[in-house]
Structure formats: C-alpha cells, structure tokens
C-alpha cells in the first residue's frame, strides 16, 4: 500500500483535532459570558449548539496556562449616565432674574403709558374739557347738595348751581377783559415813560453801561422783530385756531359739568360695569376717596388763590402800580398751576412796576408777592388743603413741567390733581390688598 494515503488521513485527524479545540474554547468563553450576566428567562433559553455537545476536555486542555485575555472583564450592560444639566432658570443668578422679571413689567407699563399717551395727544382737546369739568363739579357739587338737602329737586338745584357758576366765570373773564382795554393806552405810555427812566438809571447806575450799547440792544430788538414779522404772522393766524378750539373746549366742559353734577352717581355706577369683578371691590371703595381728594384739592386752591390776589393786588395797589385790580385777576388764575403760576404772576407784577413806576416800586412789588407767597406755603396750604393733598414739592415740580410739556397749560393745571388723586388711589389699593381675604378657590367637592 502507498504511504500517500496514511499521511493526508494524519493531517485531516490533526486538523479535525485542532477544529474540535477551537469550538471548545468558544464554548468555555460563552459559559464565563453567560455567568457573568443575568440569566435569560428559561421560556427563552438559547439552545445548545453540536458544539456545546462535544467530548470533554483532555487533562492536557486542563492543564493549559490562561491566555491574558481570560482575565479581561467583560464590559457592562449599560454604560453609565452623564451628570444632568441644571434647569438654565436655575442658573442665572438670583439677581438677575429679579431685574429681568421686574424690566419685563416695566417694559409692559412703559409701553401701555405710551399708548395711552398716544390716545390723550389725538383727543387732547376732548381729554381736558372732561377734566376742567370734573374741577368744575368737584367746585360746584357742595353747592347741589346743599340745595337738594333745603328741600330743591335734582334738576333745578343742578341748573341753578352750573348757571351761577358759569356766569360768575363768565364775569371775571370779561372784567379782566375789559380793565385791560380800558387800561391799554395809559399803560403803553407808563411802559414807554419806564423804558426811558430805567434807560437814564442803567446810564447812571454802576454797571457802566454806555448810550451806545442801549442802542445796539434796541437795534437788535428791532431787526429780530423785523426778520420774524412771517412767523408773527403765522402765530397770529394760528390764534384764531387756538380760540375756535378753546370755544369748542369750553362749550365740552360746560356739557359735560352738567351732565355730571345732575347724573355723577349713575355714571360711576356705569364704570364700575367696566371693571374686572375680582378688582370691583377695591375700585369701588378707591372711588370716593379719589373723589374727595380731588374736592378738597379744588377748594383749597381756590382758596388760597383768591388769599393771594387779595393781598398782592391790595400791596400793588397801594404802590400805585396800574392795572392792580387785573394784575390780581391774573394772579387768582395762575395760583391754580402750583409753584410755577406763583412766579409767573408775581414776575408779571415786578415787570409792570418796574416799567411804568421805576425800580423802588418794583423791589417793594417784589417784597410783597414773596411774602405773601411765603405765607402762602408755609401756612396756608397746610392748613386749608390738609393731608389727603399733600404732595411732595419735587413731585410737584415734576409734575407740572411733564404737564406742561405734554398738553400745554391745561396740562400743568390739571397735573398736579391727577397726582394727589393717584397718590390716594393707589394708597388705599395697598392697604386693602394688605387686609382683604384671599380668595380660598372652588370648594372641594
């Protein structure tokens, strides 16, 4: 027989001999896989391959040293979580998100006073009407009730109250009127006699000033009237819109103080309707002290403004100072724009004295208006408005220049009440959020 046939048989056993060793050692790596990790369910175990059916080990696989990567644990089921983020509100800092919450809020109010704005500047004129008749009524209102408590029905002591009131108006408009135009020419001389006699005291005076000078001062007067006679003109033609509007403004205020003394009541009512129900309570307790606030606003300043012009327009009077009887009407008219009015008139009164009775008068003038008006503020306003008006004068002062800017003189007159008002509005909405109960919810079922 050939050797041929013998060798291959020799090779195939030891390959056969090598194939069974290596299904061994896979077999042993998935049984230390297996007792590494959880049993499966028995309903789901894998079956046996042939492989895992075979011989056991010789002594000699026993005794065989373990490969390093017998050693080599095997990696976990699941690999482990990462840290969790923060919530990004958490963190921002606490400051920051204090000033972010608040700017948010302010930005919303800043934006809903814009607005509004917006709105009062398209019906200015209608906005001021209404509230130059809610200081009318505040004025006149006592004088109703006083009438409906002596036994007047609604109506007539109504129609009784707004007539003497618009005619007692109407009066003092037409006396300063006509003091004016009857006074006029008289005055145009004084002022030119004054011109001329502060012209000869400047000459004189220690100030060195020269006939020269006065008469580049009067020069340039003259050429700047000169080059703005266009704009003059155009002024005046604006005047005659200005006094068809202050027509139509009043013609409003007189409508609307009517309909307010007689139905003031129902028309609240009616607002109130307008208000959330959750907030209707405070409101409607808000109300009536914003109500006498702005009454007792009104008389007082009606009283310490006719105090003023009494004894200021007495004191220029007795100075011989012309045209002292509406120098004190004027005075009485600008006392209702607080702080700012007072300088205004008292000014105008220094002017006149100074123009027409020489600069003695004037300095006596002014002596007078300042202590009138020190007596005015230390005195008489504490003691006539009291406390349910007291506003801090840089408040004030604040208040009437935002006014000012934003609708004129009617909105200095009328910012200062709106101020108090507020302040006494928006105190009581504190307090009674302070003390008023909770709302407990739904009840339970």
Known sequence: MSRVPGWLGRVGAGLTAVSERLDERRAEVERENAEAEPAPPADHATPLSPADHATPLSPADHAAPPSPSDHVLPPPEHAPAPAARPDPAHAVPWGMRVAAEAGWRLLVLAGTLWVLMRVISAVQLVVLAFVAALLITALL??????????????GLATAL????????????????????MENIDNLSDQVQDGIDELRNWLLNSPFHVTDKQINDIAENLREAVGANTDQITSAGLEGVTVVVEALTGILLAAFSTLFLLYDGRRIWEWTLKLVPAAARPGVAGAGPRAWRTLTA???GTVIVALIDAIFIGLGIYFLDVPMAVPLAVFIFLFAFIPLVG???SGALAVVVALVTQGVFTAVMTLVVVLAVQQIEGHILQP???????RVHPLAVVLSVAAGGMVAGIGGAVVAVPL??????VVGYLRAYSATAPTDPGPPAP
Do not use: C, E, K
Request: charged share 10%; no cysteine; glycine share 10%.
């Open 342 to 344: 007072a300088v205004v």
């Open 383 to 389: 003691f006539i408005l009291g406390r349910a008006v």
């Open 161 to 180: 109250t707004a007539i003497l009131g618009f005619v007692v108006m109407g009066l003092i408009g037409w006396f300063v009127t006509w003091q004016v």
């Open 141 to 154: 209102q006592p004088a109703v009730a006083r009438l409906m408590r002596i036994g007047f029905p609604r």
């Open 297 to 299: 606003y009104v008389r």
């Open 419 to 424: 101020v108090a008002v507020t302040n006494t």
